[in-house]
């Protein structure tokens, strides 16, 4: 049925009906000069102008993603990343998984450290562990670094005694049988180096587990270490301490594989073997691996990714029982927070204050007065900043310019001169000077582009020279004022040359505590956890001040 209210009953032209027109009598598609279809024509020309623009822009694009954002994002891995615990000790970490952290650990824990342990001590990387958990418990670095000199002779008694019994234990060959896989075992003895990678026996791997896991230890890390094949060393002294635990607790009776007559004849006899146990030979070796807080650390920071930097951040640890305030001295990283935002605002605040009458003066003076004054506020960009900060260390001391003037007027007494250094007096006086320049050149800018006439307008109208500033002037350069402080808050939350000069024990800012720790501590985690929440508060700040000043609201001019 037709539609009497159609577009096509209309008999007089209108736009609907000349494009169905044009569709009905359409023979094909619009061509271009070449003779291809124009809208594909028109496709590849803009895909070609993409990527001329993407080219162009491609040098600042990469360098942007190799010096900007890849070290941001570096960062951010680096504040949560901590692998090298379950890297360094994977047997004691599966172990601490059920550990009561009321009691030290049971025998099987001990013995898992001394497998991980061990074989740390031989690729010389248990230092590094420890001077990473140093950071969180005090004293760890000096016990895994003395740990290593006496690691190596745990399970020596239960060695001597395997020695004793058959010297055929003493031999590197006895132990390749027994533990390597046929085929690994054939090229490896023909072989001159570290031969193929080792490979364990699959019946040595179901009769004797702990023994067959510190020997593949052993046997991968003197090939990768040393490059000195397995078939020609004799094994450390904890695949000995496996192999008396694995015997005392495993029915060997029906091993039928290489040697096993020789390790029947063990089995008969571990049961009058003597020896300490793993918990006991750690605590001959050092009695700090009797304390609880010791397993409490490692168990606490044996994940992978941590949240300990960033609590430790706020003043906070992670520990067995959950997460704990810091001892009260340790609590410092809010108190330098806090400073820092209270500091960079009124480093802000001077730079408004001071900078506002300036600017304002340079935008209403003739061109060639205040392009003389504008060169003198730029001067400061022309000077090292050391320069500028070390002629502040010299003004400020108590023996220094302003003093010796406060005292010849007559201000202050000789004996009682002003502590105007070393504190935070000191790192807001020279940091505004130096942060001044950012205040005022926006200020210029905005304050340059307000006309004249509005003021004497006001002014014509009756308002006196106050009202006319406050309620036609001032508001126009707000914008010039939000510019600058942001320019001037950003760069003093950040700062850490002045601060770290002038500023003292109470005048120093985060960021000094930031570049402490990436260059003195080497707590890199920590640094990049405090430089996070760094940025995270800058960016929440500029979130507050879009919200209540605007930042449409920010000009430069």
């Keep these: 049925m037709s539609d009497a209210t159609g577009p096509d009953q209309f008999t007089a032209p209108t736009p609907d009906n000349a494009l169905r027109n044009a569709e009905r009598t359409d023979t094909g598609p619009v061509l271009a000069a070449d003779g291809t279809p124009l809208k594909r024509s028109l496709s590849k020309a803009l895909r070609a102008q993409k990527l001329r623009a993407l080219m162009l822009i491609a040098p600042l694009l990469i360098f942007i993603m190799v010096a900007f954002i890849a070290p941001i994002v570096d960062m951010l891995f680096r504040s949560v990343e901590n692998q090298i615990t379950s890297e360094t000790l994977p047997r004691t970490v599966v172990a601490l998984e059920n550990w009561d952290p009321e009691g030290l650990p049971d025998d099987d824990t001990y013995a898992a450290l001394t497998y991980d342990f061990v074989e740390a001590v031989e690729r010389r990387i248990h230092t590094r562990l420890g001077s990473r958990l140093n950071y969180e418990t005090t004293g760890m670095s000096s016990l895994f670094r003395r740990s290593g000199r006496g690691a190596d002779d745990i399970g020596e008694d239960y060695a001597d005694q395997f020695h004793d019994l058959n010297p055929a234990w003493e031999e590197a060959a006895t132990w390749a049988s027994l533990m390597g896989a046929p085929d690994w075992l054939e090229d490896a003895s023909a072989a001159d180096g570290a031969g193929l990678p080792f490979r364990l026996s699959v019946a040595a791997m179901e009769t004797l587990p702990e023994t067959a896991d510190a020997y593949r230890s052993f046997a991968r890390t003197v090939q990768q270490e040393d490059n000195d094949n397995p078939t020609a060393e004799e094994p450390w002294n904890s695949v000995y301490l496996a192999l008396y635990r694995d015997l005392s607790r495993v029915d060997v009776s029906g091993y039928d594989g290489p040697q096993a007559d020789l390790l029947a004849e063990a089995a008969a006899a571990v049961d009058g073997f003597e020896g300490l146990s793993p918990r006991e030979a750690w605590l001959e070796v050092n009695e700090d691996w009797g304390d609880v807080d010791v397993w409490a650390t490692i168990e606490a920071?044996?994940?992978?990714?941590?949240?300990?930097?960033?609590?430790?951040?706020?003043?906070?640890?992670?520990?067995?029982?959950?997460?704990?305030?810091?001892?009260?001295?340790?609590?410092?990283?809010?108190?330098?927070?806090?400073?820092?935002?209270?500091?960079?605002?009124?480093?802000?605040?001077?730079?408004?204050?001071?900078?506002?009458?300036?600017?304002?003066?340079?935008?209403?003076?003739?061109?060639?007065?205040?392009?003389?004054?504008?060169?003198?506020?730029?001067?400061?960009?022309?000077?090292?900043?050391?320069?500028?900060?070390?002629?502040?260390k010299v003004l400020l001391q108590q023996q220094g310019v302003i003093n010796?003037?406060?005292?010849?007027?007559?201000?202050?007494?000789?004996?009682?001169?002003?502590?105007?250094?070393?504190?935070?007096?000191?790192?807001?006086?020279?940091?505004?000077?130096?942060?001044?320049?950012?205040?005022?050149?926006?200020?210029?800018?905005?304050?340059?582009?307000?006309?004249?006439?509005?003021?004497?307008?006001?002014?014509s109208l009756g308002a006196t020279n106050f009202t006319a500033f406050r309620r036609v002037y001032f508001p126009q350069s707000i914008p010039g004022i939000g510019a600058g402080c942001i320019l001037v808050f950003i760069l003093a939350i950040g700062y850490y040359i002045t601060p770290e000069l002038v500023g003292g024990r109470t005048g120093t800012f985060i960021s000094n505590r930031i570049a402490y720790h990436i260059s003195s501590s080497l707590n890199w985690g920590l640094a990049a956890a405090l430089g996070s929440l760094l940025l995270a508060l800058v960016l929440v700040l500029y979130w507050v001040y879009d919200r209540i000043v605007g930042i449409d609201n920010v000009k430069l001019g």
């Design 301 to 392: 920071f044996s994940d992978p990714y941590t949240a300990g930097y960033f609590l430790t951040s706020i003043d906070l640890q992670l520990t067995p029982q959950g997460i704990e305030s810091q001892p009260e001295e340790q609590q410092i990283y809010v108190l330098l927070f806090q400073r820092t935002i209270f500091m960079s605002g009124m480093i802000t605040l001077m730079c408004v204050l001071l900078g506002y009458p300036i600017a304002y003066l340079l935008s209403n003076l003739p061109s060639k007065s205040s392009n003389l004054l504008l060169i003198l506020v730029l001067l400061p960009f022309w000077t090292s900043l050391l320069v500028r900060t070390s002629a502040w």
């Design 404 to 459: 010796d003037i406060l005292v010849w007027v007559g201000i202050v007494a000789d004996d009682n001169r002003l502590a105007l250094i070393n504190n935070q007096l000191g790192t807001i006086i020279a940091m505004t000077h130096i942060l001044l320049p950012f205040m005022i050149l926006p200020l210029f800018s905005v304050m340059k582009t307000i006309p004249p006439s509005y003021v004497r307008a006001a002014k």
